[in-house]
Protein backbone atom coordinates (compact mmCIF):
# COMPACT_ATOMS: atom_id res chain seq x y z
CA UNK A 1 0.00 0.00 0.00
CA UNK A 2 1.06 3.34 -0.91
CA UNK A 3 2.81 5.24 1.83
CA UNK A 4 3.89 8.91 2.73
CA UNK A 5 7.83 9.18 3.90
CA UNK A 6 8.79 11.27 6.79
CA UNK A 7 12.56 11.83 7.35
CA UNK A 8 14.34 11.76 9.79
CA UNK A 9 12.05 10.68 12.95
CA UNK A 10 13.67 12.47 15.73
CA UNK A 11 15.85 15.49 15.33
CA UNK A 12 16.98 17.92 18.08
CA UNK A 13 18.20 20.79 17.54
CA UNK A 14 19.64 24.32 19.66
CA UNK A 15 17.22 27.01 19.51
CA UNK A 16 17.51 29.64 17.25
CA UNK A 17 18.83 27.15 14.48
CA UNK A 18 17.46 26.09 11.48
CA UNK A 19 15.86 22.57 10.77
CA UNK A 20 14.10 21.09 7.20
CA UNK A 21 11.64 18.47 7.77
CA UNK A 22 11.37 16.11 4.50
CA UNK A 23 7.98 14.40 3.21
CA UNK A 24 7.85 11.85 0.28
CA UNK A 25 4.07 12.22 -0.27
CA UNK A 26 2.04 9.82 -2.34
CA UNK A 27 3.13 9.83 -5.89
CA UNK A 28 -0.31 10.47 -6.97
CA UNK A 29 -1.61 12.71 -4.98
CA UNK A 30 -2.11 16.34 -5.53
CA UNK A 31 -2.50 18.00 -2.01
CA UNK A 32 0.33 18.22 0.53
CA UNK A 33 -0.34 19.46 3.82
CA UNK A 34 2.00 19.69 7.51
CA UNK A 35 0.23 19.17 10.91
CA UNK A 36 1.78 19.28 13.84
CA UNK A 37 1.02 17.32 17.35
CA UNK A 38 2.42 18.55 20.47
CA UNK A 39 2.77 15.89 23.08
CA UNK A 40 -0.95 15.05 24.81
CA UNK A 41 -2.29 17.97 22.56
CA UNK A 42 -4.64 17.93 19.24
CA UNK A 43 -3.60 17.74 15.79
CA UNK A 44 -3.36 21.33 14.22
CA UNK A 45 -3.02 22.52 10.87
CA UNK A 46 -0.05 24.13 9.71
CA UNK A 47 -0.37 24.66 5.81
CA UNK A 48 -1.87 23.18 2.83
CA UNK A 49 -0.11 23.42 -0.72
CA UNK A 50 -1.77 22.53 -4.49
CA UNK A 51 0.02 23.17 -7.67
CA UNK A 52 3.32 24.61 -6.56
CA UNK A 53 1.65 27.03 -4.25
CA UNK A 54 0.14 27.48 -0.35
CA UNK A 55 -3.75 27.45 -0.01
CA UNK A 56 -4.14 27.71 3.03
CA UNK A 57 -2.08 28.69 6.40
CA UNK A 58 -2.97 29.09 9.76
CA UNK A 59 -1.83 31.34 11.95
CA UNK A 60 0.87 29.18 13.47
CA UNK A 61 2.43 29.09 10.04
CA UNK A 62 4.44 32.47 10.85
CA UNK A 63 7.19 33.98 8.77
CA UNK A 64 9.49 31.72 10.60
CA UNK A 65 8.08 28.82 8.67
CA UNK A 66 8.37 27.67 4.74
CA UNK A 67 7.32 24.81 2.45
CA UNK A 68 8.51 24.26 -0.35
CA UNK A 69 8.01 21.63 -3.29
CA UNK A 70 11.98 21.26 -4.68
CA UNK A 71 11.13 18.13 -7.30
CA UNK A 72 8.38 15.98 -8.28
CA UNK A 73 8.44 14.03 -5.48
CA UNK A 74 9.83 15.71 -2.27
CA UNK A 75 7.69 18.03 0.27
CA UNK A 76 9.41 20.26 2.52
CA UNK A 77 9.30 22.28 5.63
CA UNK A 78 11.37 24.37 7.30
CA UNK A 79 11.61 26.35 10.18
CA UNK A 80 14.30 29.18 10.15
CA UNK A 81 14.90 30.15 13.82
CA UNK A 82 13.54 27.43 16.08
CA UNK A 83 12.01 28.23 19.31
CA UNK A 84 11.65 26.14 22.56
CA UNK A 85 7.50 25.47 21.69
CA UNK A 86 8.28 24.38 18.31
CA UNK A 87 8.80 20.67 19.71
CA UNK A 88 6.07 18.43 18.51
CA UNK A 89 5.63 15.79 16.10
CA UNK A 90 4.94 17.36 12.86
CA UNK A 91 3.36 15.09 10.54
CA UNK A 92 3.19 15.60 6.53
CA UNK A 93 0.08 14.56 4.76
CA UNK A 94 -1.24 14.01 1.35
CA UNK A 95 -4.19 13.32 -0.18
CA UNK A 96 -6.10 13.44 -3.74
CA UNK A 97 -8.67 15.86 -4.55
CA UNK A 98 -11.46 13.72 -2.51
CA UNK A 99 -11.09 11.72 0.69
CA UNK A 100 -9.11 11.54 3.61
CA UNK A 101 -5.32 11.94 4.17
CA UNK A 102 -2.77 9.41 4.26
CA UNK A 103 -0.48 10.76 7.03
CA UNK A 104 3.56 9.93 7.14
CA UNK A 105 4.62 8.81 11.13
CA UNK A 106 6.00 12.05 11.84
CA UNK A 107 9.21 13.51 12.66
CA UNK A 108 9.43 14.71 16.50
CA UNK A 109 11.46 17.25 16.56
CA UNK A 110 12.87 18.31 19.97
CA UNK A 111 14.26 21.74 20.02
CA UNK A 112 16.95 22.50 23.38
CA UNK B 1 -16.61 27.06 21.69
CA UNK B 2 -14.26 24.98 19.82
CA UNK B 3 -15.05 24.44 16.32
CA UNK B 4 -14.95 20.60 16.78
CA UNK B 5 -15.80 18.82 20.06
CA UNK B 6 -15.03 15.07 20.72
CA UNK B 7 -16.14 12.86 23.93
CA UNK B 8 -12.93 13.01 26.04
CA UNK B 9 -12.86 9.71 27.35
CA UNK B 10 -10.39 7.54 27.91
CA UNK B 11 -12.90 4.90 27.26
CA UNK B 12 -11.99 1.29 28.68
CA UNK B 13 -14.58 -1.71 27.25
CA UNK B 14 -14.07 -5.61 27.59
CA UNK B 15 -12.92 -7.21 23.94
CA UNK B 16 -16.12 -7.85 21.93
CA UNK B 17 -18.16 -4.73 23.35
CA UNK B 18 -19.75 -2.40 20.59
CA UNK B 19 -18.05 1.13 21.28
CA UNK B 20 -19.55 3.97 20.56
CA UNK B 21 -17.54 7.67 20.30
CA UNK B 22 -18.76 10.70 19.49
CA UNK B 23 -17.70 14.24 18.05
CA UNK B 24 -19.69 17.29 17.56
CA UNK B 25 -19.11 20.28 15.95
CA UNK B 26 -20.10 23.90 15.83
CA UNK B 27 -19.17 24.84 11.93
CA UNK B 28 -21.99 24.39 9.35
CA UNK B 29 -20.37 24.40 6.39
CA UNK B 30 -18.43 21.31 7.21
CA UNK B 31 -19.02 18.57 5.06
CA UNK B 32 -16.73 16.01 4.96
CA UNK B 33 -16.40 13.41 8.04
CA UNK B 34 -13.12 11.51 8.79
CA UNK B 35 -12.16 8.69 11.60
CA UNK B 36 -9.06 8.69 11.97
CA UNK B 37 -6.78 6.39 14.39
CA UNK B 38 -3.29 7.51 16.11
CA UNK B 39 -1.50 4.79 17.79
CA UNK B 40 0.91 6.00 20.32
CA UNK B 41 3.53 8.23 18.50
CA UNK B 42 2.69 7.50 15.10
CA UNK B 43 0.58 9.30 12.29
CA UNK B 44 -2.97 9.13 12.73
CA UNK B 45 -4.22 6.87 9.85
CA UNK B 46 -7.62 7.32 7.91
CA UNK B 47 -10.65 4.78 9.12
CA UNK B 48 -13.61 6.19 7.72
CA UNK B 49 -14.69 9.30 5.24
CA UNK B 50 -18.42 9.95 4.39
CA UNK B 51 -19.55 13.18 2.80
CA UNK B 52 -22.50 15.26 4.08
CA UNK B 53 -25.17 13.12 6.30
CA UNK B 54 -25.97 9.13 6.46
CA UNK B 55 -24.13 6.06 7.50
CA UNK B 56 -21.07 4.36 5.87
CA UNK B 57 -19.86 0.92 6.75
CA UNK B 58 -16.82 -0.76 6.52
CA UNK B 59 -15.85 -4.29 7.86
CA UNK B 60 -16.44 -3.66 12.09
CA UNK B 61 -16.43 0.14 11.53
CA UNK B 62 -19.98 2.17 11.34
CA UNK B 63 -19.79 5.65 10.85
CA UNK B 64 -22.99 8.30 11.62
CA UNK B 65 -23.11 11.62 10.14
CA UNK B 66 -26.37 13.72 11.39
CA UNK B 67 -25.66 17.16 9.86
CA UNK B 68 -29.04 18.31 11.40
CA UNK B 69 -28.02 17.98 15.15
CA UNK B 70 -24.21 18.74 13.99
CA UNK B 71 -23.31 15.51 15.27
CA UNK B 72 -20.87 12.28 13.86
CA UNK B 73 -20.06 9.02 15.78
CA UNK B 74 -18.31 6.42 15.13
CA UNK B 75 -19.13 2.74 16.06
CA UNK B 76 -16.61 -0.51 16.85
CA UNK B 77 -18.55 -3.49 17.17
CA UNK B 78 -16.90 -7.08 18.35
CA UNK B 79 -13.93 -4.40 19.41
CA UNK B 80 -10.46 -6.15 19.72
CA UNK B 81 -7.68 -5.39 21.89
CA UNK B 82 -5.90 -3.95 18.67
CA UNK B 83 -8.45 -1.37 18.46
CA UNK B 84 -6.57 0.00 21.37
CA UNK B 85 -5.92 3.30 20.28
CA UNK B 86 -6.82 7.05 20.35
CA UNK B 87 -9.60 7.75 18.12
CA UNK B 88 -9.61 11.33 16.39
CA UNK B 89 -12.68 12.44 14.71
CA UNK B 90 -12.07 15.37 11.70
CA UNK B 91 -14.18 17.51 9.12
CA UNK B 92 -13.30 19.62 6.55
CA UNK B 93 -16.02 22.32 5.09
CA UNK B 94 -13.88 21.73 0.79
CA UNK B 95 -13.13 18.76 -1.16
CA UNK B 96 -9.66 18.90 -0.12
CA UNK B 97 -8.10 21.67 2.02
CA UNK B 98 -7.72 21.97 5.75
CA UNK B 99 -8.60 19.45 7.93
CA UNK B 100 -9.88 20.49 12.27
CA UNK B 101 -9.33 17.97 14.31
CA UNK B 102 -10.62 16.38 17.97
CA UNK B 103 -8.78 16.12 21.13
CA UNK B 104 -9.07 12.34 20.42
CA UNK B 105 -10.80 9.23 22.73
CA UNK B 106 -8.36 7.02 23.70
CA UNK B 107 -9.88 3.47 23.81
CA UNK B 108 -8.57 0.57 25.30
CA UNK B 109 -10.25 -2.81 25.06
CA UNK B 110 -9.49 -5.49 27.57
CA UNK B 111 -9.22 -9.15 26.69
Known amino acids: EPEVTQTPSHQVTQMGQEVILRCVPI?????FYWYRQILGQKVEFLVS????????KSEIFDDQFSVERPDGSNFTLKIRSTKLEDSAMYFC??????????FGSGTRLTVV | QKEVEQDPGPLSVPEGAIVSLNCTYS??????FMWYRQYSRKGPELLMY????GNKEDGRFTAQVDKSSKYISLFIRDSQPSDSATYLC???????????FGDGTTLTVKP
Open chain 1, 93 to 102: ASSEEYGGYT
Open chain 2, 90 to 100: AMRNTNAGKST
Open chain 2, 50 to 53: TYSS
Open chain 1, 49 to 56: FYNNEISE
Open chain 2, 27 to 32: NSAFQY
Open chain 1, 27 to 31: SNHLY
